[in-house]
């Protein structure tokens, strides 16, 4: 994911000033109720504002030599040690407390997309709001089911014990979120790290800045500031944030700063999920219904102006398929955005002035087919199609994460897969076809994050799916029970009788051949046969 920035010089070996942005929105609400998150009508006290040096000063070092952030950690692991988070009912306020600010808060959500990246509001209402209130639903429906303990088998010797998995939280979690879904990528994770029974800080991102304000202002409004926090700023902040101890860190953004991320987690032995990004092909074979696929990959491509990590980078077809792509996506682009897209209250505005400038230098690669008009003042890019695009042009060397398609032409199905898999694995692989084992020749013979046939992005609605990269693209997954997963730690646990120490005996010393094939006999697993895959 190429989320960019100032974020992308971030680097660990700063020495930095403390910031001027500590504890963002903590603390803010003028309602007396102790806990937010169990006060229906909690959000109608909050008292807006910066956010800007709001939070108690207790909790926050100040001084050179310390660690800004220090106090706030401090103080949400002495609520998470006191066992506050661990309750079902706890857990279950707070997750309908977040669907309370999503309610409440709708309209300033998709005003605040417009004005940070033109995103339309029906995108908005899809990608910020539906899918987190799903996600949200999906975690209520079922969390009781979730925090139960998992029995195990048992061998003989064990039978008349208690063995089982405990989904523990692992503590105070760091949640890192990009910009491009603002909203979305810091709220589907904070949703299964609040069901797991963390505490957590959030920190959006300083790019989106209107919608980072509204986060910082009114999401503690919401949730139990003692449990719960967002810190804003850039680069300084964010590095010293990474300087605490951490018991989880979820981050989303591009490869370059992931691996940042991992080295600041290093270094305390943190525990991460990597959500990343890198160029996902889209294969198209010559057997498939051409306007179909152009509507597909047209909506896929284009839908947040392109800045989407699981946008379909690039084509992969035939010279063939090329050409009849071509008026099939003017076709599209037309029926979706009008004859000018420029004036289409459907179609978004690069996020800031260094991605345009990124984006604009990319249009020398291959040839413009479709698109290509910008307009710096309003960081317009057109929906944008070029062909005959060579490996080695600049297009190809990184992520697009905007309004352009590239088509790379190869011979067959067999050259896209060796195409492919000379990269590093991407987070998502694309294939269309009319046939069926095309589809699943791609699907076996490539490996990326995840998997679409025959559409795009539309896998990342099933919260039954997990969604996640490989290599390159990230490590850890979430979505649904998987983000759950993700935040809790699996605690093996045998809870044995104080009695029958007859069992016990044949382990004991002196070792004798009796003892040995008595242990045998109750110890022993045995392979029952082959396993067919049908």
């Given at each position: ?235 300084p902040e964010t590095t010293r ?171 067959n199905m067999d050259e896209a ?118």
């Amino acid at each position: 994911m190429e989320t960019g920035s100032s974020f992308q010089q971030l680097g660990m070996q700063q020495t930095l000033e403390p910031p001027r942005q500590q504890l963002s929105g903590y603390g803010k609400c003028s309602t007396t109720s102790s806990d937010p998150g169990k006060d229906p009508g909690k959000a109608a006290g909050c008292s807006g504002g910066s956010g800007i040096g709001k939070g108690p000063v207790s909790m926050v070092c100040s001084t050179p030599c310390g660690n800004p952030y220090a106090g706030l950690v401090s103080h949400l692991r002495a609520s998470w040690l006191s066992g506050k988070t661990r309750p079902m009912e706890y857990r279950v306020a707070q997750l309908e407390a977040l669907g309370r600010f999503l309610d409440d808060k709708k309209q300033e959500i998709l005003e605040a997309t417009e004005l940070d990246m033109g995103k339309p509001s029906f995108e908005a209402f899809f990608s910020e709001i539906l899918l987190c209130k799903n996600e949200l639903n999906v975690t209520l429906n079922n969390l009781c089911q979730w925090m139960k303990d998992e029995y195990v088998d048992k061998n003989l010797v064990m039978q008349l014990d208690s063995a089982f998995i405990r989904k523990d939280p692992y503590g105070v979690v760091l949640i890192i979120a990009p910009w491009n879904y603002p909203i979305h990528l810091f709220l589907v994770p904070l949703i299964g790290a609040i069901a797991a029974g963390n505490c957590v800080i959030i920190k959006p991102s300083e790019i989106s800045k209107n919608t980072e304000r509204l986060v910082a202002e009114t999401l503690s409004c919401y949730l139990d500031n003692d449990c719960f926090a967002v810190v804003t700023g850039g680069v300084p902040e964010t590095t010293r944030l990474l300087e605490n101890k951490f018991d989880y860190i979820f981050f989303t953004g591009s490869p370059p700063v992931g691996r940042i991320i991992m080295t600041a987690a290093a270094k305390h032995l943190t525990p991460v999920t990597l959500e990343l990004g890198g160029k996902n092909p889209c294969y198209v074979s010559d057997t498939c219904d051409v306007t179909n696929v152009a509507r597909r990959v047209a909506w896929g491509r284009f839908f947040n102006a392109g800045q989407t990590c699981i946008a379909p980078d690039y084509l992969l077809c035939t010279i063939e398929m090329q050409e009849k792509l071509m008026p099939a996506l003017r076709e599209a682009i037309t029926e979706f955005f009008g004859p000018n897209p420029r004036e289409s209250p459907d179609f978004g505005r690069i996020v800031n002035d260094k991605h345009f400038q990124r984006l604009r230098a990319l249009l020398c690669s291959g040839r413009v087919a479709i698109g290509g008009q910008t307009d710096e003042a309003e960081r317009y890019i057109a929906p944008t199609v070029l062909a005959d695009v060579l490996p080695s042009d600049p297009i190809m060397q990184e992520e697009v994460f905007g309004p352009i398609l590239p088509i790379v032409v190869i011979a067959n199905m067999d050259e896209a897969i060796d195409f492919i898999n000379a990269r590093p694995q991407p987070l998502a692989v694309y294939a269309f076809s009319c046939d069926s084992k095309i589809v699943n020749q791609v699907l076996e013979r490539t490996s990326s994050g995840g998997f679409c046939g025959n559409d795009t992005l539309m896998h990342v609605a099933l919260p039954s799916l997990p969604f996640g990269g490989i290599g390159n693209s990230g490590l850890g997954k979430y979505h649904g029970k998987f983000t759950f997963d993700t935040f809790s730690h699996p605690r093996g646990c045998l809870h044995r009788t104080m009695g029958l120490e007859t069992l016990n005996t044949p382990r004991y010393p002196p070792y004798t051949q009796q003892k040995m094939g008595l242990f045998t006999t109750t110890f022993e697993v045995k392979r029952r046969g082959t396993c067919t895959l049908l």
